[in-house]
């Protein structure tokens, strides 16, 4: 059964800085690429950022390259996301999934968790 766990949002200023983190179950965690996915109001989810298993590869958004760093702590099966200058266009429901082998911004599993919310405000 695929377990996944985000928090650490909350409501900061424009401009102030988050730390997400995503516990997840060890077979999920061990997919080859893992990724951050956001939500806002009355939008499709979009994708954030991914991450390979060995950390070698990362890659973002553009909307959020510069300013957000995605890692990833193997031990500890838990996916973290740095959120640097935030604006308010970041404000959504942040989630994180298995990253689908056959389009690298788009989540391997059809089921998510309850994500964690972030609002900035401006």
């Known amino acids: 059964q695929v377990q996944l766990v985000e928090s650490g949002g909350g409501l900061v200023q424009a401009g102030g800085s988050l730390r997400l983190s995503c516990a997840a179950d060890?077979?999920?965690?061990?997919?080859?690429?893992m990724g951050w996915f956001r939500q806002a109001p009355g939008k499709e989810r979009e994708f954030v950022a991914g991450i390979s298993w060995d950390r070698v590869y990362t890659y973002y958004a553009d909307s959020v390259k510069g300013r957000f760093t995605i890692s990833r702590d193997n031990t500890k099966n838990t996916l973290y996301l740095q959120m640097n200058s935030l604006k308010p266009e970041d404000t959504a429901v942040y989630y994180c999934n298995a990253v689908s082998e056959y389009n690298s911004r788009v989540g391997f599993y059809d089921s998510w968790g309850q994500g964690t919310q972030v609002t900035v405000s401006s």
């Open positions: 060890g077979r999920t965690f061990s997919r080859p690429t």
